[in-house]
């Protein structure tokens, strides 16, 4: 299984980037792919996490508006819109999957260990 997210760069605030996460080696139908981060200095957080059987995606609170999800299953990739951003998003975005059947999207952003597989991730700098 191999996770290979692209799309970082380096920003002014109130740009946009969108992110992508190619998955190799397993079928998005039996895993759903999450997004999260680590500032600087910051403890990694789960941004934004879809729930395997549907239903409204899960944002952190200081990203709800501003980001969205979303899957490409023909292409085993997902997506993640950031739009208007700010310093605050600065820092490294991973995506990883997990094959775990939760009932809420919530879960795989609040405790990351339900993700089993991580790719390396792709730096965002939001600075002028």
């Known amino acids: 299984v191999q996770l290979q997210a692209s799309g970082g760069g380096l920003v002014q605030p109130g740009g946009s980037l969108r992110l992508s996460c190619r998955a190799t080696g397993l079928d998005l139908d039996h895993y759903t792919i999450n997004w999260f981060r680590q500032g600087p200095g910051e403890e990694r957080e789960g941004v934004s996490c879809l729930a ?73 700098t939001v600075s002028s």
């Not at 549907?54 to 944002?59: M, Q």
């Open 52 to 124: 395997r059987k549907g239903g409204d995606p899960y944002y952190t609170d200081s990203v709800k508006g501003r980001f969205t999800s979303s899957r490409d299953n023909a292409h085993n990739t997902v997506y993640l819109q950031m739009n208007s951003l700010k310093p605050a998003d600065t820092g490294i975005y991973y995506c990883a999957a997990s094959s775990a059947a939760l009932s809420e999207a919530k879960e795989y952003c609040v405790a990351s260990g339900w993700n089993e597989h991580w790719g390396r991730g792709t730096l965002v």
